[in-house]
C-alpha cells in the first residue's frame, strides 16, 4: 500500500469512525454532519433522515428531512432548512453553532440558515424524532426549538397548524416555488381563527381554496373528505384562543398532507405493496374546489354543465359574460328585499321577505357565528334587516351572513342547509318549483328521519300509557331545565334535535350477529339492558345494547342516547353506528370495544392486566379530551352526568371512550352551564383519583371514619402523605411528580364549591402541564363522608340528588 493508498485508507476509516459516531440520533456541540461526506442521520425509530439533499432536477444542496424510504417517486422531503438559501456545492455543514443555535454553514463558514433562538444556550443539542420532527434540546432536554413550528409545504401527523387572531401568532404550511426549487413559493396553507374556525390555502394573499366551517368533526363543505379521514383531524380552540388544526392519520403509519406547487393539498401515504407514495386525497378534485369560482352569490355544482349558476333569486351580474362561462361578476338580486324600506315598520317588514332553504351547501365564507339555537338563528336572522343568510348545525351553531354570499357550493352529501333571505315576490314566482323542493325536503326528512318517527310514536304511546308528565330531555335557554307537561311539547322538542343519518339495523340482522343473543356472548349490563357483542355478516364486530321490554325506565334513557352521541363524534366517545326499532324491540349498536370497561382492569382484585403509569395517563388525558370535547368544542354542550370507571371504555391499543349517554343533557345557549360544568368536573375527578390509586370511590377506607376514597385523599393530603395514595403497582420514583400532580388535579375537581374548581378546558392543560408547576392547592373535597351531604350549590342547579352509596347523580323526575 503507498502513501497516496495509506491516506485513502485512512480517510475511508475515518469516515467509518464518523460514521459510527453519527450512528447516534443525535448532534451535539461537538458533531456536525458534513455534505461531503454524504452524511445524514436517522431518527430513533427510523422513519426520517435528516441530511443534505438535491431536489428534482437540480444541483443545489439544502439541508432537510425526508422519509427514510426509497421509491420510485421523488423522496418526500417534509422539511427544509436552508430553503432560502441554496448551497451551490458539497462545502455544507449542518452543526450547533457556538450560541447552542442548530445552524447550516456554507465552505466559508458563513450562517446560511440558523434556528434562531434569541435565548440560546450552550451544550445543546439537536434531533430528528421519529414523527418527522427536528428539535433542539437544551441541557435539561427543554425544547428550544423544533421544526414542527416553522413547517415547510408538509403538514406531518400531529404536528399543529394554528392561528391566534389576538395574537396574530400563526403556523402555516408554504408551498416550494417548483418541484426543483423548495424556496417560498405562491400558496400558503393555514388556520383561520373564527368561529367556526377553516382551514384555508391562500394565493399571494387572496383565498384560494378554503375548507368550509369546522363542525366538531370533519370539514362542513368537504364530505367526501370524511370518507377518507374519518375521525383524522381535529381543529380545536385552546384557552387562549389559537385554533389548532391538526390530523393523525391513525390508519397508515406513514402519510402526510402536501401543499403542492399548484395550491392543491395531496394525502400522500406509502404503499406497502407498490413500495411507494400515494395520493389518497387531494384538495382541488373538481373546478368547484376553487375559492368563488362563481363569484358572489353564485353557486357551483360539480356535476352540473355548466358547473355555476346563480342562487334562486339572483341573476348574472354580467350576462353576456357568464354565459360565455366567466363567472367573476357573479350574481345580483333580481329583486329587492322589502326588509328595512322606509314605509314598512318593522313587524311588516319582516312579513315581506322569506327564507328559501337550499340543501347541503357548501356555507359561503364571512360566516358570523352566534351562540344561538336553531329556531332563534333564524328569529335573529330574520328580524336583522342586514342579515341576508342563515345556517344551523349543531356541530357548528348559528352562523349569518350580512356580506355578499361567496365560495357556495352544491354538495352531494352534506348536512346544512342554507336559508337565503328573499322578497316573497321571489319566493311566489318560484311557484312549482318550490313545491317540488317542499315536497322533496318533506320526503327526505320523512325518509331520514324513520328511525326518530317510529320511536317518537313509540314513546307517544308508551307516554299516554304511562299518563305522567315527564322526560326532562332537552333545556331551554335561560332555565336552569324545564319539564314538559305533555308529550306533543316533549316530541316537538325532540324534533329540534333531529336525528339524521343513523342506519336502521333490522332485528334479524343483529339476531344472527349475536346468535340470537346467545348467554355466551353478552357483555354486561348496562344501564337499560343487557349489552352482547355481534359480528356483522361482513366481518365487523359491533356491541348491541339491548332494552329490555319490561324496562320502562329505560326508554328515556334510550332516547336521550340516541338523540345525544348521534351527533357526537370525536376518538374519545364510543360511536353509535345505529340503532334497531321493531315492534317492541328498541338496540343501540356500537362499534365493540375489546377491551371492555376501565373498571374492570383497574379494580380487577386478581390484577392480571395491570395498567402501567403511562398507560393510565393517557386514559386519563383521553377521557379529559372527550369531556372538552361535549363541553365545549362539539358546541352542543353536553353534560354527560354519569361519567364513572365503568362507562371509559377501552379499544384495542386502550384508549378510553366515553360511553352511556342515557343521563346526559344538552345544554342550550349560554345559561348556568359553565357552572354546571365545574359540577360534572367531580365527576371527572373521582376517576381520576380512581385511576390513580387503583380503588374505587363507593368503597370505603378506613372504618372508624367511613372515609369514602376522597374522603381518604383529602386526609393523606392534609397528613403531607398523599404519596400513599398511589397504586403501588404504578408507583415509580420517576413518575412520582407526574402522579402527584394528577392527584392535585383531581382534588381541584371535587372540591365543595362549585366555583372553585376549574373547568375542563383548564383541566386538560394542568394535566398537560401547559400551566406553570404551581397549581393551586386543593380546598376541601365534597362528598368526603359515607353521608354524602347534598352539595347545595350544584343540586340548585341542576336539581340533582346523590344516591347514598356512590356519586351518580340521578333525575329527580321521571323515577
Ligand atoms: C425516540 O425519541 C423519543 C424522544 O426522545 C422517545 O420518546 C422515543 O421513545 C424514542 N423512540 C425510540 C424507538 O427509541
Ligand atoms: C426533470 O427534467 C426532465 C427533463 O427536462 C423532465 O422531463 C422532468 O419532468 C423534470 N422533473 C421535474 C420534477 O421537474
Ligand atoms: C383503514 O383501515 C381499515 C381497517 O383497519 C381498512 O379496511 C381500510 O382499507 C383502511 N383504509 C385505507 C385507506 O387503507
Ligand atoms: C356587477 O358587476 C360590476 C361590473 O363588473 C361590478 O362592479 C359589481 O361589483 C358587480 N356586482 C356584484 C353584486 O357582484
Ligand atoms: C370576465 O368578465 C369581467 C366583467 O364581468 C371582465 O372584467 C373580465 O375581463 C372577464 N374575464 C375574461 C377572462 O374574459
Ligand atoms: C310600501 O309597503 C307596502 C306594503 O306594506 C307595499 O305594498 C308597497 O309596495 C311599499 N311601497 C314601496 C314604495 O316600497
Ligand atoms: C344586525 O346585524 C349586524 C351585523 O351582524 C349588526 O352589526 C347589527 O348590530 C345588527 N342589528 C340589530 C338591530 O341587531
Not at 435565548?119 to 441541557?139: C, F, M, R
Request: hydrophobic residues 35%; positive net charge.
Amino acid at each position: 500500500m503507498g502513501p497516496v493508498g495509506m491516506i485513502n485508507f485512512l480517510s475511508v476509516l475515518c469516515c467509518l469512525c464518523l460514521n459510527l459516531v453519527l450512528a447516534i440520533d443525535t448532534i451535539r456541540s461537538s458533531q456536525s454532519i458534513k455534505d461531503k461526506d454524504s452524511d445524514y442521520i436517522i431518527s430513533n425509530g427510523s422513519t426520517f433522515k435528516l441530511g443534505f439533499f438535491s431536489p428534482v432536477n437540480s444541483t443545489n444542496r439544502y439541508v432537510g428531512i425526508w422519509y427514510n424510504k426509497n421509491s420510485v417517486s421523488p423522496a418526500q422531503w417534509v422539511w427544509v432548512a436552508n430553503r432560502q438559501k441554496p448551497l451551490k456545492d458539497a462545502s455544507g455543514v449542518l452543526t450547533i453553532f457556538k450560541d447552542g443555535n442548530l445552524v447550516v454553514l456554507d465552505g466559508q463558514k458563513k450562517i446560511l440558515w440558523s434556528s434562531e433562538v434569541t435565548n440560546s444556550v450552550v451544550n445543546s443539542k439537536a434531533q430528528p424524532l421519529d414523527s418527522g420532527n427536528l428539535v433542539l434540546q437544551d441541557t435539561t432536554g427543554t425544547i428550544i426549538w423544533e421544526s414542527f413550528q416553522f413547517p415547510t409545504n408538509t403538514m406531518l401527523p400531529n404536528m399543529k397548524i394554528s392561528s391566534n387572531a389576538r395574537t396574530g401568532k400563526k403556523v402555516q404550511c408554504t408551498s416550494w416555488k417548483s418541484p426543483s426549487d423548495p424556496s417560498i413559493g405562491s400558496f400558503l396553507g393555514g388556520a383561520q381563527p373564527q368561529h367556526p374556525p377553516q382551514a384555508f390555502v391562500w394565493k399571494d394573499g387572496s383565498p384560494f381554496w378554503r375548507s368550509g366551517p369546522w363542525s366538531g368533526r370533519t370539514f362542513s363543505g368537504m364530505q367526501e373528505m370524511y370518507h377518507v379521514f374519518q375521525n383524522g383531524f381535529s381543529f380545536v380552540e385552546d384557552q387562549d384562543g389559537t385554533f389548532v388544526l391538526s390530523f393523525f392519520y391513525a390508519n397508515m403509519s406513514l402519510s402526510h398532507i402536501v401543499l403542492t406547487t399548484q395550491g392543491d393539498m395531496e394525502l400522500r401515504y406509502w404503499d406497502n405493496e407498490k413500495e411507494d407514495w400515494k395520493v389518497l386525497w387531494k384538495a382541488l378534485k373538481s373546478e368547484c374546489h376553487f375559492y368563488g369560482m362563481c363569484g358572489e352569490f353564485g353557486s357551483c355544482n360539480s356535476r352540473n354543465s355548466p358547473i355555476c349558476s346563480c342562487l334562486r333569486g339572483f341573476k348574472p351580474n354580467d350576462t353576456k359574460e357568464w354565459n360565455r362561462g366567466n363567472w367573476t361578476s357573479g350574481c345580483v338580486r333580481r329583486t329587492p328585499l322589502q326588509c328595512g324600506r322606509v314605509n314598512s315598520t318593522g313587524s311588516e317588514a319582516s312579513k315581506m321577505d322569506g327564507f328559501l332553504k337550499l340543501k347541503m351547501m357548501k356555507v359561503p365564507d364571512f360566516a358570523e357565528w352566534s351562540a344561538t339555537l336553531d329556531d332563534d338563528c333564524r328569529q335573529q336572522c330574520l328580524q336583522n334587516c342586514s342579515c341576508i343568510a342563515y345556517a344551523y348545525d349543531i356541530g357548528m351553531g348559528c352562523m349569518s351572513w350580512t356580506r355578499n354570499l361567496i365560495d357556495t357550493n352544491q354538495l352531494s352529501s352534506s348536512r346544512v342547509d342554507l336559508y337565503i333571505r328573499l322578497a316573497y315576490l321571489e319566493l311566489d314566482t318560484e311557484g312549482d318549483s318550490k313545491k317540488i323542493v317542499t315536497i322533496t325536503v318533506v320526503i327526505g326528512t320523512v325518509f331520514i328521519s324513520i328511525c326518530t318517527f317510529v320511536l317518537w310514536r313509540w314513546i307517544a304511546r308508551h307516554k299516554a300509557r304511562k299518563k305522567k308528565a315527564k322526560g326532562i330531555l332537552l333545556l331551554k335557554r335561560g332555565e336552569a331545565h324545564k319539564t314538559f307537561p305533555n308529550e306533543n311539547m316533549l316530541v316537538e322538542n325532540l324534533n329540534q334535535v333531529k336525528v339524521q343519518e343513523l342506519p336502521l339495523f333490522n332485528f334479524e340482522k343483529l339476531a344472527s350477529a349475536t346468535n340470537n343473543f346467545h348467554q355466551s356472548n353478552k357483555l354486561g349490563q348496562g344501564g337499560f339492558g343487557p349489552v352482547y357483542r355481534g359480528i356483522l355478516s361482513n366481518g365487523q364486530e359491533i356491541a348491541v345494547k339491548r332494552l329490555s321490554k319490561t324496562s320502562g325506565q329505560g326508554l328515556e334513557e334510550f332516547m336521550n342516547e340516541v338523540v345525544v352521541i348521534s351527533r357526537l363524534q370525536h376518538r374519545n366517545l364510543v360511536r353509535l353506528h345505529g340503532c334497531c326499532v321493531e315492534g317492541e324491540e328498541r338496540m343501540l349498536i356500537y362499534e365493540y370495544m375489546p377491551n371492555k370497561s376501565l373498571d374492570a382492569f383497574l379494580f380487577d382484585p386478581q390484577k392480571e392486566n395491570p395498567l402501567d403509569w403511562r398507560k393510565r395517563f393517557n386514559i386519563i388525558e383521553g377521557i379529559g379530551r372527550g369531556l372538552l370535547y361535549l363541553h365545549r368544542d362539539s358546541r352542543l354542550r353536553i353534560i354527560h352526568r354519569d361519567l364513572k370507571a365503568s362507562n371509559i371504555l377501552l379499544d384495542k391499543e386502550l384508549h378510553p371512550k366515553i360511553s352511556d349517554f342515557g343521563t346526559a343533557r344538552i345544554f342550550r345557549g349560554n345559561e348556568d352551564q359553565a357552572n354546571t360544568r365545574r359540577v360534572v368536573g367531580t365527576y371527572f375527578g373521582v376517576v381520576l383519583l380512581e385511576i390513580v390509586s387503583g380503588r374505587k370511590n363507593t368503597s370505603f377506607y378506613n372504618d372508624e371514619q367511613s372515609l369514602s376514597l376522597l374522603g381518604l385523599a383529602w386526609k393523606l393530603w392534609n397528613a403531607d402523605n398523599i404519596v400513599t395514595l398511589i397504586d403501588p403497582m404504578i408507583y415509580e420514583p420517576c413518575f412520582e411528580m407526574e402522579i402527584l400532580r394528577c392527584i392535585q388535579v383531581g382534588l381541584l375537581c371535587v372540591q365543595e364549591f362549585a366555583k372553585d374548581r376549574p373547568p375542563v378546558s383548564v383541566v386538560v392543560s394542568m394535566l398537560k402541564s401547559e400551566i406553570a408547576n404551581n397549581l393551586p392547592p386543593p380546598k376541601k373535597s365534597a362528598f368526603t363522608k359515607r353521608s354524602i351531604g347534598l352539595d347545595t350549590e350544584s343540586s340548585q342547579l341542576i336539581q340533582s340528588k346523590c344516591s347514598a352509596n356512590n356519586v351518580t347523580i340521578t333525575m329527580v323526575q321521571g323515577r
